[in-house]
């Protein structure tokens, strides 16, 4: 947000649980609350803006919030109090160097864009630290908050930019992070750090030009009998390498890699040897409607990880502008892409030109790109580092799977005329019929909420909020299932 105050909303998304159910019964059209209609808790500080960045604690009934050039503590039952902040600013002289390297004087500041919890009483926060992104620990307790100031430089874990789109996540004590690794922009990164330091490669095959949206990781080893690791996904947006076209084609991608990997020990040293990435399919059969650029996912766990469901926005690259999609993706279809489908790589053909064919050759195993299970161990491979330099290569020069990740029903779930979608969370509630529903919470950029449903086949927009009395993109969506709150920005 550019003004010199930026709005925080929270609202009570199941204040109107009864009657929501009552429409879930009866499919009653949407309806639309207005601002002034709205439960809406407002936070505003005058001079502070950019509350790019939230975290829910639902533990300590607080929301932390980092913004531009500090951060926040709020009650999460009324964020309109503040129960403390800690200002984090860039030095004068590192804000002199980085207007000296031509960036705008706005920009040179330090926007929070990273707040991860390590424990009831520490959190790990980053900041872009006037194009030179840094990281430090903050201590927290029910009245204070407070950084260690002991920040270190973090190219690779925290944008240098705060336009930059990125993701993270924060795992058994190990920092997963996709962002750029240098001050122009160029050198995109998929990055582990904290410990067992590992990334990708810097070659376009892998990561070309991506705009990333999105990471979690998702259990799976968890009653797995083949003795598989969780596995650590990345959804993002790339022009594409495998397609000859006059223009840049940009696609949505799924990533993943696996959270016990430790790189190669000759070959792929200190990068992944599990990076594998596909294609996302989001699109309308019967039309020419094609939904290529994701904007936003969202992971709805289930008690069994096979039956979680990755819900993503997505919008055209051309066309008409103001549609956008809604899809669900289930991870039994992402597993069995990843597991089961056949790669995809480069080839020189006529005139040196390099064409992306499906490779028909025999594949070495065990596979390129798995996590090390049972088989593998079972075959002498306890590592990745004892992996023979076979494979290693092969997953190299081939980490694109050729099949696509098809979407539930191959259609969206929500398809949205007169809306541009930014942000979604899922949530699963029991109905008076003792039926489930996910319901989506989707942001919009003229600052609504929509809750939509499924409704014996069909989608509703349930309802829609006013979360801002004047339109401004909703840029961050989080959801308290325990006290059925939503916090915007």
Same mark, same amino acid.
Not at 242 to 260: P, Q
């Given at each position: !947000? =550019?003004?010199?105050?930026?709005?925080?909303?929270?609202?009570?998304?199941?204040?109107?649980?009864?009657?929501?159910?009552?429409?879930?019964? @009866?499919?009653?059209? %949407?309806?639309?609350?207005?601002?002034?209609?709205?439960?809406?808790?407002?936070?505003?500080?005058?001079?502070?803006?950019?509350?790019?960045?939230?975290?829910?604690?639902?533990?300590?009934?607080?929301?932390?919030?980092?913004?531009?050039?500090?951060?926040?503590?709020?009650?999460?039952?009324?964020?309109?109090? $503040?129960?403390?902040?800690?200002?984090?600013?860039?030095?004068?002289?590192?804000?002199?160097?980085?207007?000296?390297?031509?960036?705008?004087?706005?920009?040179?500041?330090?926007?929070?864009?990273?707040?991860?919890?390590?424990?009831?009483?520490?959190?790990? +926060?980053?900041?872009?630290?006037?194009?030179?992104?840094?990281?430090?620990?903050?201590?927290? @307790?029910?009245?204070?908050?407070?950084?260690?100031?002991?920040?270190?430089?973090?190219?690779?874990?925290?944008?240098?930019?705060?336009?930059?789109?990125?993701?993270?996540?924060?795992?058994?004590?190990?920092? /997963? =992070?996709?962002?750029?690794?240098?001050?122009?922009?160029?050198?995109?990164?998929?990055?582990?750090?904290? %410990?067992?330091?590992? %990334?990708?490669?810097?070659?376009?095959?892998?990561?070309?030009?991506?705009?990333?949206?999105? !990471?979690?990781?998702?259990?799976?080893? $968890?009653?797995?009998?083949?003795?598989?690791?969780?596995?650590?996904? !990345?959804?993002?947006?790339?022009?594409?390498? $495998?397609?000859?076209?006059?223009?840049?084609?940009?696609?949505?991608?799924?990533?993943?890699?696996?959270?016990?990997?430790?790189?190669?020990?000759?070959?792929?040293?200190?990068?992944?040897?599990?990076?594998?990435? =596909?294609?996302?399919?989001?699109?309308?059969?019967?039309?020419?409607?094609?939904?290529?650029?994701?904007?936003?996912?969202?992971?709805?766990?289930?008690?069994?990880?096979?039956?979680?469901?990755?819900?993503?926005?997505?919008?055209?690259?051309?066309?008409?502008?103001?549609?956008?999609?809604?899809?669900?993706?289930?991870?039994?279809?992402?597993?069995?892409?990843?597991?089961?489908?056949? /790669?995809?790589?480069?080839?020189? +053909?006529?005139?040196?030109?390099?064409?992306?064919?499906?490779?028909?050759?025999?594949?070495?195993?065990?596979?390129?790109?798995?996590?090390?299970?049972?088989?593998?161990?079972?075959?002498?491979?306890?590592?990745?580092?004892?992996?023979?330099?076979?494979?290693?290569?092969? +997953?190299?020069?081939?980490?694109? !799977?050729?099949?696509?990740?098809?979407?539930?029903?191959?259609?969206?779930?929500?398809?949205?005329?007169?809306?541009?979608?930014?942000?979604?969370? +899922?949530? %699963?509630?029991?109905?008076?019929?003792?039926?489930?529903?996910?319901?989506?919470?989707?942001?919009?950029?003229?600052? /609504?909420?929509?809750?939509?449903?499924?409704?014996?086949? $069909?989608?509703?927009?349930?309802?829609?909020?006013?979360?801002?009395?004047?339109?401004?993109?909703?840029?961050?969506?989080?959801?308290?299932?325990?006290?059925?709150?939503?916090?915007?920005?």
């Amino acid at each position: !947000m =550019s003004g010199t105050t930026a709005v925080l909303c929270l609202c009570l998304v199941y204040g109107l649980m009864h009657q929501m159910e009552a429409s879930v019964l @009866n499919c009653i059209p %949407r309806k639309t609350v207005t601002y002034s209609n709205g439960s809406i808790k407002t936070f505003m500080k005058p001079g502070s803006s950019n509350f790019s960045t939230l975290l829910v604690s639902e533990e300590t009934d607080t929301l932390f919030v980092g913004a531009r050039d500090a951060m926040f503590a709020l009650d999460l039952n009324d964020i309109s109090r $503040e129960i403390d902040s800690e200002d984090w600013f860039a030095t004068r002289d590192r804000q002199l160097e980085c207007i000296r390297r031509g960036k705008d004087k706005v920009d040179c500041r330090n926007y929070i864009l990273l707040l991860h919890k390590i424990n009831d009483t520490h959190l790990y +926060v980053c900041g872009t630290n006037a194009f030179y992104p840094t990281c430090d620990y903050m201590v927290i @307790n029910r009245t204070d908050i407070h950084l260690q100031r002991k920040s270190e430089e973090s190219r690779g874990r925290c944008p240098f930019e705060p336009t930059l789109k990125y993701a993270s996540l924060l795992v058994d004590g190990a920092f /997963y =992070s996709a962002t750029s690794n240098n001050f122009l922009g160029t050198e995109p990164i998929i990055l582990r750090s904290l %410990r067992n330091h590992l %990334r990708t490669e810097f070659k376009a095959s892998w990561l070309n030009e991506p705009s990333f949206v999105y !990471m979690d990781i998702v259990q799976e080893s $968890e009653s797995n009998p083949d003795g598989d690791d969780d596995k650590i996904y !990345m959804f993002f947006t790339e022009t594409a390498v $495998e397609f000859e076209f006059y223009d840049k084609l940009l696609v949505s991608r799924i990533a993943r890699v696996c959270k016990g990997d430790l790189g190669g020990k000759r070959t792929l040293q200190k990068r992944w040897t599990s990076f594998l990435k =596909s294609s996302l399919l989001c699109s309308v059969p019967e039309s020419n409607f094609q939904f290529n650029i994701v904007q936003d996912v969202f992971l709805l766990r289930k008690a069994d990880w096979q039956e979680s469901i990755f819900y993503g926005i997505f919008t055209q690259q051309w066309g008409r502008l103001d549609i956008s999609a809604v899809c669900a993706f289930s991870m039994k279809t992402v597993q069995e892409v990843f597991t089961k489908g056949n /790669y995809k790589g480069p080839v020189t +053909v006529e005139n040196s030109q390099i064409k992306w064919v499906v490779f028909r050759g025999e594949v070495p195993l065990p596979r390129p790109g798995a996590c090390i299970d049972n088989f593998a161990r079972n075959s002498g491979y306890n590592t990745s580092l004892d992996l023979p330099d076979k494979i290693l290569q092969f +997953v190299r020069d081939h980490p694109l !799977m050729d099949k696509t990740v098809n979407s539930v029903g191959d259609r969206p779930v929500l398809l949205k005329r007169g809306s541009n979608y930014t942000r979604i969370v +899922v949530d %699963r509630i029991t109905g008076l019929d003792k039926k489930t529903y996910d319901v989506l919470f989707v942001g919009t950029d003229n600052g /609504y909420l929509h809750k939509a449903l499924n409704c014996d086949g $069909e989608m509703f927009i349930v309802e829609e909020i006013q979360l801002f009395q004047s339109p401004e993109p909703v840029q961050s969506l989080k959801l308290s299932s325990r006290k059925g709150f939503n916090s915007e920005y």
